[in-house]
């Protein structure tokens, strides 16, 4: 008969395991937002998020359309050849052996005991137990996600629901650069036809009108693909918001819904960039003032407190371009949401204060609460909200200072640039 006291110890084993993989979400879900390539998305998937899960191995197959066959992309464990590459890659078709049945089907499953089930393909050693998780993007296969171990029955309901997270996560990401890789590949074919409208300028004046009617119409149209994409990666962040907001709602502890409200929000700041950038004219830069008011009330409204919160705004109207202002969405976010979340719980009216200042070639941002205040040498190194401040600003050459006077306070320095 299992005690009590037994009982306590699996429930505790199981909350520490769930704590263990929203850090390992969460960590992810940071270097997966750096990713340009379809080759750091993978790798990504090994080196940052397999690798933290103590798992024996793990191999991600990406479907080629060209010959209909799966490959073998990357690696963690004994298939690995290091920096994700892989020691004697093999390539399944739809519905071969396990992998290829999962990813015809598109559901996931976890194979108890290898040995009973005849798909089983042996690659390069038997192992006993084996998870597969297809990529899936709006019913779109992108490839699977399998992992093997030595062991039978290893592999439970966790590591299927943390995988088929993971997967989500992926398959959007491939998506989304697929996506901008094509626009890469328009904006080339582009500058070569505006190119060669140049030269034909210069021998033939008399077409002069004609060619710059040409030319604009192309500009035109490279303004409207620009927004389209635009519109569409806000879109795929929406689904993953949605899917968060699910997540969060049948999540058992409230440990579990605070982060993945947390990774909801820092998604909800990018993709409302990207909505911003579908509605301006100008599809290079964004207003920060403009941008930083929209997303600083959607948060207080998000959060809906049990007591008011003024917001106090003094922003010079200034333009920023989207790879600066992604990164300080990100920044104003975290700051936002820890004010909110636990500034004023001994304050009779709460304050935030915002402004956006100009000094020479750089933009300030200074932010203030007048809560209780917030330790930051205490929790330095061991925040992750602290560190994920430090890492943004630094993509973007700038600098975040602290101050606990009276509050809090952050001051966001960083260089405009050349828009």
Known sequence: MVGRSDMITEEIKELRLKETYLEVINSFATVLFDTQSI????????????????????????????????YQEAAYGPKSAGS???????????????????????????????????????DDEIRLSEISIPLLYKGNKIGVIDSEHPEKDFFNEQDFKMLTTLAAMVSSKIVQVRATQELKSYQQNLETLISEKTKQLEKAMSDLERTNKDLKQKNYEKEV??????????????????????QANSSSTIREQEVLKDFRNRIRS?????DRI?????????SIDEYINELVMGLRDSFQPNKTVMLDFEMDPIAIS???????GLMMNEM????????????????????VTSEGDDCIIYFMDNGKGFNFEKFKG??????????????????VNYSDEDGCSYTVRFPMGKL
């Open 39 to 70: 080759d750091e998305i993978v790798f990504s998937i090994a080196n940052h998020a397999i690798a933290k899960l103590n798992y024996w191995d793990c191999v991600i197959y990406l479907y080629n359309e060209e010959d209909g066959r799966l």
């Open 84 to 122: 994700g590459r892989i020691k004697n890659a093999i390539s399944v078709k739809p519905g071969e052996g396990i992998v290829g049945s999962v990813f015809l089907s598109g559901v996931g499953e976890i194979v108890n005991d290898t040995s009973k089930d005849e798909r089983y393909m042996v």
């Open 225 to 246: 693909l620009l927004k389209e994409i635009h519109h569409r990666v806000k879109n795929n962040m929406q689904i993953m918001i949605s899917l968060l907001n699910i």
């Open 270 to 274: 990018m993709a409302l960039i990207h």
């Open 278 to 286: 579908y509605l301006e004219k100008d599809v290079s830069n964004i």
């Open 322 to 328: 989207i790879e600066t202002a992604i990164p300080i």
């Open 336 to 355: 936002v949401t820890n004010s909110l979340k636990h500034a004023f719980e001994d304050v009779q009216e709460g304050l935030i204060r915002i402004q």
């Open 382 to 399: 061991a925040s992750f909200g602290l560190e994920l401040l430090e890492i943004l600003s630094s993509q973007i050459n700038g600098s």
